[in-house]
């Protein structure tokens, strides 16, 4: 009996997309947060288990698929997109779009993993203002989540101010109609008490000295909040080449996509750790993006993780 095969580009497209959203909607999300083998001691000691998805998150996903099934816009998007593509980057399509916007954890999830991780509202009470700085800060959207979580932390009592890089001008804008303070360097801010640097390592041409002006605006009893997408693979959206001027793990790209979830976190702990900063805590989750006229949600395993500075 031979398989039914619908005729015609969009025929095919919304079959497709039928058969992929159902894989989705059968698909353990618990996966999500899950590591498959015991790491050493100290690495494991300082994992905190998230379980499964909570209800933020499971809003978040319902309201993805909600804008994917919309055929009209996602149809617009397509077009767009190929339009654009011939004077623009991806990133600054999505801007100029305002779609692809990404998840990686909840309000509730953040305060859990930073206080775990050792950020204290007692800490900085002289504070008359908590700034964060996100870098990379995309559209935003996960940037409002985080500053929600640290207001929630401090009970609203302090004012939080936000100051956000961004290399994509369309999301520049979008960073500014945010009333976020929009930045040209790291080195513009100092003494920063959260700085987050959300799968930014491995999207920039020099993830080294990203950690070097990290580690020297960050205020001494401050956090950073870092994620990286595992299997490891580098990628830079604005020079010619896409390559960085040193990866941040040496193994790729030679061992790419061989090595397992837990072997490369470790070494990439061991990089920060090299580098001057001591894990205080982390975790396993999906790193989100809203879908498109094929799926309704894509992700990639992202591993998240609070930063400190060594003590001499």
């Not at 969009?10 to 989705?24: P, S």
């Not at 999301?171 to 790291?186: A, K, Y």
Request: net charge neutral; proline share 4%.
């Amino acid at each position: 009996m031979s398989l039914y095969k619908p005729r015609g580009t969009f025929a095919r497209a919304i079959f497709e997309k039928v058969h992929n959203d159902q894989y989705l909607d059968e698909y353990d999300t618990r996966m999500w947060y899950k590591i498959s083998t015991r790491l050493p001691d100290y690495f494991q000691s300082k994992f905190v288990f998230l379980e499964c998805p909570d209800e933020i998150t499971v809003n978040w996903l319902e309201k993805a698929k909600m804008l994917s099934a919309n055929i009209w816009i996602q149809l617009w998007h397509t077009v767009a997109r190929v339009f654009l593509g011939f004077f623009m980057t991806q990133t600054d399509i999505n801007g100029f779009l305002k779609r692809g916007s990404m998840f990686i954890l909840s309000e509730k999830q953040f305060s859990n993993l930073l206080q775990i991780g050792g950020f204290y509202p007692p800490n900085f009470a002289e504070y008359k203002t908590v700034d964060i700085l996100d870098i990379g800060a995309g559209d935003g959207k996960i940037t409002i989540r985080l500053a929600n979580s640290i207001a929630n932390m401090f009970n609203n009592s302090s004012n939080i101010r936000i100051y956000a890089t961004e290399t994509s001008w369309t999301m520049r804008n979008r960073l500014s109609e945010r009333q976020f303070i929009v930045i040209n360097q790291i080195k513009d801010v100092a003494n920063i008490p959260l700085i987050s640097c959300l799968n930014v390592l491995d999207r920039c041409i020099d993830p080294f000295k990203l950690l070097k002006d990290i580690y020297d605006v960050l205020a001494p009893n401050g956090r950073v909040l870092v994620a990286l997408v595992l299997p490891y693979q580098h990628y830079c959206e604005f020079n010619t080449s896409h390559m960085p001027l040193q990866p941040l793990l040496n193994h790729w790209p030679s061992k790419a996509r061989k090595l397992s979830f837990e072997t490369e976190a470790i070494l990439f702990f061991e990089t920060l750790e090299n580098f001057g900063f001591k894990l205080e805590a982390w975790t396993k989750a999906p790193y989100l993006c809203e879908g498109d006229l094929r799926q309704s949600f894509y992700w990639l395993t992202d591993l998240v993780a609070v930063l400190s500075k060594k003590i001499s």
